[in-house]
């Protein structure tokens, strides 16, 4: 096993396993908390994750990790391309809108079947053959909540403004017409994004 970190967050580290081209990740040990304790909340979230990626992966393109017993580390392929937040700009205005039309189907997906990516950026999102792989559900969770769903995809628009200002507009419009297209629930969530953002305002 030919292990390289490429990762490194508050939560885990990321490793790529050269030789089999596999992703390992192993989440951090938080040596204020007792040990026994440390070990079962990092095992819970380790499945946690693991089931919502074997889910999402039967929805939209996702990494599918490889089946545990143990869940202390988790074991994926490694989904090589060219990471959104790094290239979305590189291409045509046309190109990253025919991008945010397939987002905005793929998260209408997920939160048709409940399912709260979390940290919906750019960086999360890898473009590999014409698919865009959705990656890093670390912070995902299921839920049924107008208000989880509007925060996930508040959180995409936020990124998407910080990150790729230039054509902003052109793609949120896009991203949040595709995913009113495949989402019934869509004008609920839209409503509640408004009130999500005038908090946001309000806090600052």
Do not use: W
């Amino acid at each position: 096993m030919n292990l390289k970190l490429i990762q490194q967050g508050a939560e885990a580290k990321i490793f790529l396993d050269t030789s089999k081209n596999l992703i390992i990740k192993d989440r951090i040990s938080k040596s204020y908390r007792h040990p026994n304790l440390d070990a079962q909340i990092r095992k819970r979230r380790t499945k946690s994750e693991t089931k919502l990626l074997e889910k999402a992966s039967k929805i939209i393109n996702c990494p599918v990790p490889e089946k545990s017993k143990s869940f202390d580390k988790i074991i994926l392929p490694y989904i090589q391309g060219k990471k959104l937040s790094e290239h979305l700009d590189d291409f045509t205005l046309e190109k990253q809108k025919e991008i945010c039309r397939e987002i905005g189907e793929s998260v209408a997906k997920l939160h048709k079947n409940d399912i709260i990516h979390g940290d919906l950026t750019t960086s999360n999102m890898i473009l590999q053959k014409e698919k865009i792989y959705f990656i890093d559900f670390g912070l995902g969770y299921i839920s049924k909540k107008i208000e989880d769903k509007a925060v996930d995809l508040y959180l995409l628009k936020q990124a998407l403004e910080a990150k790729h200002f230039k054509n902003y507009h052109e793609l949120i419009k896009e991203v949040f017409e595709y995913y009113k297209k495949n989402y019934p629930e869509a004008e609920k969530i839209f409503e509640r994004i408004i009130a999500v953002e005038k908090r946001g305002r309000y806090r600052h």
